[in-house]
């Protein structure tokens, strides 16, 4: 696999979102400047963030918002629909279920699971928890290609085992344990203590972060 | 402000992480080898990291697991507990307020916070609701540094100009929209979308992130 720095993804993310946001206001063209604002960088950031992808607007005349949009939608993988399954319908896993920004970006939770009989067969916002014994049976049928892991530490990597072996391409991972994927399979973790101990780190150093 | 990279705060935040486990298991030194693996990281960059913070450690001997553990929450800032308050009791806000993974690490939720009545004066975990006008009479009487944003995005700005006026430090956003705070206060977002856009990018496009 290439590498692509985390951080280039995640201010193409941004402009997106302010793309859109922006021609939704009517607005047809936009400058390097007013999109390195929405990002909080430079106009030089944006324009070789955009480079890395093609070649894009026209010098002296900014960016077309639409195809702009459509450019980026495309770079990110966004122009299809996502299937996504999350594992574990604890507290965190219940609220990712039912957040709404999901859906609105072109992610479906297309199934939520759970080893805990009294949650089985519970609804959230039209996703019904399924016992964890489904899962291989479902990945099978619905073809989600992420999976979202909102389990206790020691439940992860099986579960983590489990979902990949099954045909899952990426997890997002909130159990608070490193985990170990196949080659060709994207990790990524989010860990709420972390963010936090790095805005400890910050007040307590005086530093930015 | 200086800058310090995150990848390496949070790369101290994973040691940190695996040497309390290792500790815990009875051992007492541990090699940059060790750490690095645990940080899915090199011997290199661990030393590197830890460079940076001072003088750790005999060349051949390796690390007391004790010593730095000590040394790293005393860089991170986690030698004395913070108060936290969580804005938005919707199901993000009321998930991280009864998350455990906090007061393990040192940080206490003091306060849980919304603008709808039917959530005012409910108790989550210990924590009861309260109505958003007391924030600024709380933030004065428990002195809180740190603050979770996991409100609407048309509320969030707002409410950040608010907590940050009355004395909070560091912003954790979760609420879909970028934020400016006044200087010397430290700002970090966690977007959802976002995370799992980098996941379809990178399986689009079959690289890693």
Not at 52 to 58: C, E, L, P, Q, Y
Not at 73 to 95: D, F, M, S, T, Y
Not at 143 to 167: F, H, N, S, Y
Request: charged residues 20%; aromatic residues 6%.
């Amino acid at each position: 696999m290439k590498h692509i720095a985390e951080s280039t993804v995640r201010r193409l993310s941004l402009y997106l979102r302010f793309l859109e946001e922006f021609e939704s206001h009517g607005h047809i063209t936009i400058s390097s400047g007013e999109l390195a604002s929405s990002g909080g960088t430079t106009s030089a950031q944006v324009r070789k963030d955009l480079s890395f992808f093609g070649s894009f607007g026209k010098r002296g005349l900014g960016y077309s918002a639409r195809d702009l949009i459509a450019a980026i939608r495309e770079i990110l993988g966004l122009q299809h629909p996502w299937n996504v399954v999350i594992i574990g319908a604890g507290k965190i896993g219940a609220a990712l279920a039912q957040y709404r920004g999901f859906s609105g970006r072109g992610f479906k939770v297309v199934g939520l699971y759970d080893n805990d009989p009294s949650r089985v067969g519970t609804k959230l916002e039209g996703v019904t928890v399924r016992a964890d014994a489904e899962i291989e049976k479902d990945i099978a049928r619905l073809k989600p290609q992420i999976a979202i892991l909102c389990v206790p530490a020691e439940a992860a990597q099986p579960l983590v085992d489990r979902v990949t072996k099954a045909g899952i391409k990426a997890v997002l991972n909130f159990a608070p344990t490193p985990l170990t994927v196949p080659a060709g399979v994207t990790l990524r973790a989010v860990n709420m203590a972390t963010e936090l101990e790095i805005l400890a780190f910050s007040i307590t150093n005086d530093v930015a972060v």
